[in-house]
Structure formats: structure tokens, C-alpha cells
């Protein structure tokens, strides 16, 4: 259970655009976002957050997420990632027209092209024309609503594009499955709290090129 909060923690926030932007780092813990939330700061300040021209943070739309960018960040593009907004069209077309059937499939594929567009009114538009087939799509059809409606200025993709940035969170997932994944839910593994959190920031400081830092910390200290 833990370490799903770990991945989502290491996942949630993408800052691009700093100083050196082809570089990559991370920071993460099993904790709340109260606390990951000076974690992420200070290390964007590390990367000179100060000296950059712009900034986005990546998310998949948690409320969470959006309120650390708010807090920290209240300067930065906030963005949804736009494979989880596409995820969500294709399962409220499934639950709309049927989980197999071709209709499903077009509807999410056109209102796709929409979201490509930055046309997020014409998306909830479309879903706003659907018939229900029965209770669980009225559902469905509710909570898609709200998540768009919510979301609609932070999924102005064709906009965000035009400028070079990030639309999409492929780093941070990566990332999660690297740090999180590989090392700590293997087959049989069990981690105590303070021991999943110590291996995590073994691997960021890894790969994160900060090793020879951290053990000069350690030796110091």
C-alpha cells in the first residue's frame, strides 16, 4: 500500500524548462503532500528555479497536485497529462456505447482530436449529447464532465505545444517504475515505511547524478 503513494509522490510533479532542461532529477518519499510539497520545492530551487523563464508542472489531475503547484508554484503552467485525459474519454466511451463496440472507439478518437486542439468545450459538449445506456453510464458520464470541466485550462495542449512544452507525464512514470518499481515491488518484497523511504533516496540521489554529493554529506555529517 505504501508504495503506491511513493509512485504517486515521485510521479506527481514535472517541472520543465529550468535551467538545463535536458537534464533529469528526482526527489520522492512515502508522505503526505504537506510534506512532499517543501521536498519538491527545494528541489526545483536547487536547479535554480529562480533564474528560469517558464515553468510547468505535469500532472494526471489529482487535486493534490494542483494545490502544491498553487502554493509553490503560482507562477507555473499547470498541465494534465494528456494520455490520462485521453484514458478518461476512452473509458466514458466504453461505458457510453459498450466496452466493444466500434461506436466507443470513433467517439473517443474524435473527441481526442478535440482535446489535440485545445478544444475542451467542444469535448464536454459531446458528452453533455450522450443518452445513457443505464445508470453506471450516467455515472460515468458525471464524473467525466466534472474532471474536464475542472481541468479545461490545463488542457489547452495545442497552446502548450505551440510554445515547446511538456503535454505529456512519460518521464515521471518512468521514473516512478525505475526508482519505485524495480527496486522495492519485486515478487515477495515487504518494506517497512522508513526503509522504503531510505532505498528511494538512495536511487534518487543516484540517479539523479548526486551520489558523490551524497556521500560527502554523510561523511561530513
Keep these: 500500500m505504501a508504495i503506491r503513494t511513493a509512485m504517486h509522490q515521485l510521479g506527481g510533479v514535472l517541472l520543465e524548462k ?26 526545483v530551487l536547487r536547479r535554480r528555479l529562480r533564474q528560469a523563464d517558464q515553468v510547468i508542472v505535469v500532472g494526471d489531475g489529482a487535486p493534490w497536485i494542483w494545490g502544491i503547484a498553487t502554493e509553490y508554484f503560482p507562477f507555473a503552467i499547470q498541465c494534465v497529462d494528456l494520455y490520462h485525459a485521453r484514458q ?36 464536454i459538449d459531446s458528452m453533455k449529447q450522450i443518452e445513457p445506456r443505464d445508470d453506471h453510464a450516467r455515472d460515468e458520464i458525471r464524473k467525466a464532465m466534472d474532471y474536464f470541466e475542472k481541468n479545461k485550462e490545463r488542457m489547452r495542449y495545442a497552446s502548450f505545444r505551440s510554445q515547446g512544452l511538456f503535454v505529456g507525464s512519460g518521464v515521471m512514470e518512468a521514473g516512478c517504475k525505475t ?19 531510505k532505498i528511494i533516496a538512495l536511487r534518487c540521489c543516484q540517479l539523479s547524478g548526486r551520489w558523490e554529493e551524497f556521500r560527502e554529506e554523510r561523511s561530513a555529517g
Excluded at 476512452?90 to 478535440?114: F, M, N, T, V, Y
Design 179 to 197: 526508482i519505485a518499481g524495480q527496486r522495492l515491488k519485486p515478487s515477495g518484497m515487504r518494506w517497512t515505511v522508513s526503509d522504503a523511504n
Design 88 to 123: 478518461h474519454l476512452a473509458e466514458l466511451g466504453k461505458a457510453a456505447c459498450g466496452p466493444h463496440s466500434i461506436e466507443a472507439r470513433q467517439w473517443s478518437d474524435s473527441r481526442s482530436g478535440e482535446l489535440d486542439a485545445s478544444d475542451v468545450e467542444a469535448v
Design 18 to 43: 529550468l535551467l538545463n532542461a535536458a537534464s533529469t532529477s528526482y526527489v520522492g518519499a512515502i508522505e503526505t503532500a504537506e510534506v512532499f510539497g517543501p521536498r519538491i520545492y527545494a528541489e
